[in-house]
């Protein structure tokens, strides 16, 4: 069964378990009604950033901890909507730029150079399927596109504001801490140095 656009609102302003929602439309086949997810169902990722398996799963994990942080920190209505759609749609790129890259030893290795940058279009295009209004998505597209920036220097998250807005750092920062802790706990994307 179809999710409608009103259920997406309520899944992204009050769902906790949003790797459940996603885990329903794979059994139910309703997955299919999403391109823009369905081509993730499977898509393999590199087992040692990765070891959750697919991008989907991983998805869903991730948008379950910004559900989670979300509720910690009191976001509600259109900014945890923000956060939780960010999160859920962060490595939707994926789709397009994940391939095998042999090593120096040998090894093969999944990468998905510039998948950020490729997340742009298809959660356009997912978010314009939901019915999501337009001021949410002008946040929810640089959260998603600006996912694996990095802002070392004050001087460097100024600049990264800059490409969020209206989005915020807060929010930002949610996505990315969602986007690490939504792993495996054997991923060395969650290991603190």
């Known amino acids: 069964m179809i ?5 997406w609102h309520d899944i992204f302003t009050n769902e906790k378990d949003i790797a459940k929602v ?3 439309l794979r059994i139910t086949g309703a997955i299919d009604e999403y391109p823009e997810l369905a081509v993730l169902d499977g898509l393999e990722q590199d087992p040692l ?3 959750e398996g697919d991008v989907l799963t991983h998805l869903g994990l991730a ?7 979300a509720d910690e920190v009191g ?8 956060v939780v759609a960010a999160t859920m749609l962060h490595d939707v790129g994926k789709a397009t730029t994940s391939q ?8 093969v290795r999944i990468v998905s150079p510039g998948h950020a940058e490729a997340g742009a279009e298809p959660t356009e295009s997912f978010l314009q399927t939901i019915g999501c209004q337009e001021h949410l998505q002008r946040k929810i597209v640089p959260l998603v596109v600006n996912h694996m920036a990095t802002c070392p220097t004050e001087r460097a998250s100024r600049r990264l504001a800059n490409r969020l807005a209206p989005a915020t750092l807060e929010d930002w920062a949610i996505v990315t801490q969602a986007d690490r802790l939504g792993r495996g706990k054997t991923s060395i994307g969650t290991r603190t140095i």
Request: aromatic share 6%.
């Open 3 to 7: 999710i409608k656009p009103e259920d």
């Open 22 to 24: 996603i885990d329903h």
């Open 49 to 51: 950033w990765h070891p």
């Open 63 to 69: 948008a379950n901890v910004a559900a989670n942080i």
């Open 75 to 82: 976001l509600v209505g259109d900014d945890r909507y923000t």
């Open 100 to 107: 095998h890259r042999i090593e120096q030893d040998g090894s």
